[in-house]
């Protein structure tokens, strides 16, 4: 690839643009909850971490963000379940219905989340199922399945089957191959297909919306709040999850560098 | 779960205790929590309303209702709204996605943690973000006012087309630059060079060789954030105009204040027929496996 210096500095410019657009409303989050005023207008005048300390006391910020970490994590462990298990079934075993099941898996993610939520919330109902945490986590967990199943999908694509062969060859069982053949090359597609359902359900709402009953989740409870104008409390605590997030990830890059 | 993990080249033709193991759960899933609600919300679609009753009576009325002018143009608005916020980011994060993967060396890692990073925030507050900047009270009104540029705050920015436009081009965004950079890493560089070789210059390469190879990423991420828009309701609601409703505003209208659910699911099934055949086209293309 032999390009001109120009393109190269051309390209670099402009990728810094598109990272500002994608930042600069961050930034504003960010900024505004140290300022000292309750209006979210510029000129800043004063600084203060108020907002923090009226965050930290805040009961029912604590009842949303601890509703919806239980949501999350329980969604993303049946997801990983569900995603792992599906992408061994379609990568394993010729079936009848292989390829449509493979292109149906990915339904929950390519329509939008209201037909999800509306015909959830049409099934529950006939069902006769009482909404609340659980009706939430069935949703997510639905449209977090087709999530990892597409990571652990890919990269179980790019497997050699020959380790495998070479492994049994060599007289492991097919447990013993598992766990120490296949398991560590797809570890970090497992993890990386966690991590983002775990990320979309954490701040999802509109699936939400329809599927919760009285318990809010920190999405929910900033949606109440929105209607009546954003806080600098809001910001604040979507600034402290947001550095929290990110150190954790970092983090981890951090270490699966290392290891 | 041993059986379930046998790996011998045999099994991959003889389906036991294994194939059962790992297929049932996942497709009984499927099939109860997912495809048995559509098919209730399509069967909704053809139920009749009375007041706040459904009537289990066979009608195409919903259908009729749902494209009559009231909420024709919704539908309309959804479609080329959709289309418009496709097109900008597909423009917006091919040349990033394409830097990202080639030229960013050792930033690469951050880079793309940075484009994870609007997604652990929250949504509301990052449209929200939105309205703190382009409000009358905004900070481009204070900019534009400093620079001289303007004499009085304008409200023009904000609550239109434009503001929702913009808005949701930014909150999909991360949608269409992942599968982008992905599709870019894969390439094979060896091709890039053998074209480079062959004499074709650098725009030749890419119209000839590299686009064709991202295409199913690019079909990818442009079916996300095609579909991720025409699902939203709450970036119009948020800060979008009074006219500039889409069809999930309407969808989720039926399905609360005005409790009509067979409007509502009729209007759901045309969303899902206008994406399902916009998916039946892509798979032919393979795209549906680069997610």
Partial sequence: ?259 | MSAALSFTAVEHQRRGKGFWATFLPPFLWMAGFYLVPLAVLLSLAFQKHEYVHIIQEFTWENFATALSPAYRPALIRTLYVASAVTLVDMVIALPAAYFLAFHAGRWKTLLTVLILLPLWSSYLVRVFAWRIILGKAGILNWVLIKAGILDAPSPMFVYNLFSMGLTLCYIWLPFMILPLVTAFERLPRNLLEASSDLGADGFATFRRVTLPLVMPGLLAGSLSVFSLTSGDYLTPALIGGPGDSLVGNIIAGQFGVASNYPLGSAISALVLAVLFVLMAILAKKRVLESF
């Fill in chain 1, 1 to 259: 690839m032999r390009q001109s210096r120009t393109t190269k500095w051309i390209l670099g410019f402009y990728t810094l643009g598109v990272f500002l657009f994608m930042h600069i409303p961050l930034a504003v989050i960010v900024l505004f909850s140290f300022s000292d005023k309750r209006v979210l207008a510029l000129p800043i005048r004063g600084w203060t971490l108020d907002w923090y300390r009226q965050m930290l006391e805040d009961e029912r910020l604590y009842t949303g963000l601890f509703n919806s970490l239980k949501v999350a994590s329980t969604a993303t462990l049946l997801a990983t379940f569900l995603g792992t298990l599906g992408a061994f079934a379609v990568m394993r075993w010729k079936f009848f219905g292989r390829n449509v099941f493979r292109s149906a898996v990915v339904i929950p993610i390519l329509l939008p989340g209201i037909v999800t939520g509306v015909a959830m919330l049409s099934f529950f109902g006939t069902a006769g199922i009482p909404l609340g945490l659980a009706t939430v986590i069935i949703g997510h967990a639905t449209f977090g399945f087709p999530v990892v199943f597409n990571m652990v999908n890919a990269r179980l694509a790019r497997l050699p089957r020959s380790l495998e062969e070479a492994s049994a060859d060599l007289g492991a069982t097919p447990a013993q191959t598992f766990r120490r053949v296949i398991f560590p090359s797809i570890r970090s597609a497992i993890i990386a297909g966690a991590l983002l359902a775990f990320t979309l359900s954490f701040d999802e709402i509109v699936v939400t919306i329809f599927l919760t009953g009285k318990d809010n989740t920190l999405p929910m409870e900033i949606y109440s709040r929105l209607r009546f104008g954003m806080t600098p409390e809001i910001n604040a605590a979507v600034t402290a999850i947001l550095t929290a997030s990110a150190v954790l990830v970092l983090l981890s890059t951090w270490f699966s560098r290392k290891a």
